[in-house]
């Protein structure tokens, strides 16, 4: 019976280590993005605006594509890490 309440325990334990890094890892892909989005596409904006990206502004650029490409991007990211956070916390029987 001590040895069940061991596991259970070292079980709870895995579960919270898991969900902390899967928050952390959501906070950081919405962090990125909120950058890349308000950051690039609204406050620095006139900044970047005097470089050039395919002959477009950059800050416009942004504003217009670059958001949209940082979320792809993020997304293909998230899942790479997530199946490999999955498979480091995977418990046996699943």
Do not use: P
């Amino acid at each position: 019976m001590d040895n069940n309440n061991k596991s259970k325990s070292s079980s709870d334990s895995d579960s919270n280590i898991y969900w902390k890094e899967n928050i952390r890892l959501i906070f950081i892909c919405l962090s990125i993005w909120f950058i890349v989005s308000f950051g690039f596409g609204i406050l620095l904006v006139d900044w970047l605006n005097q470089f050039r990206v395919a002959g477009f502004k950059l800050g416009f650029w942004f504003a217009q594509q670059g958001s949209i490409y940082t979320f792809l991007i993020l997304i293909f990211f998230y899942i790479n890490r997530m199946n490999k956070l999955d498979n480091k916390y995977k418990e046996g029987g699943e």
